[in-house]
């Protein structure tokens, strides 16, 4: 079960948006806007992920590029 959990947790956020979508389909009138939270929130997670590799990259490459120059 342990070599299961990262890969549950890295398709939960797309999960939760194809559950938003199905729901969003399934639902008439107002309910329609129930569906959203969950479409928000899935949305709010891959960005806030890609976000945080786009900075930890970041982070690597100027600590690469220093360790570069304080070479002799």
């Keep these: 079960m342990k070599h299961w959990l990262p890969l549950l947790a890295s398709l939960a956020a797309p999960l939760l948006i194809v559950l938003a979508v199905v729901a969003v389909q399934h639902r008439e009138g107002r309910e329609r806007s129930q569906a959203l939270p969950p479409l928000l929130v899935g949305s709010g997670l891959i960005i806030s992920a890609a976000v ?12 690469l590029q220093a ?5 002799p």
Excluded: M
């Excluded at 945080?52 to 600590?63: M, N, S, V």
């Excluded at 360790?67 to 070479?71: E, F, G, P, V």
């Design 67 to 71: 360790s570069r120059q304080k070479q």
């Design 52 to 63: 945080g590799r786009r900075r930890h990259r970041g982070r690597l490459l100027e600590a």
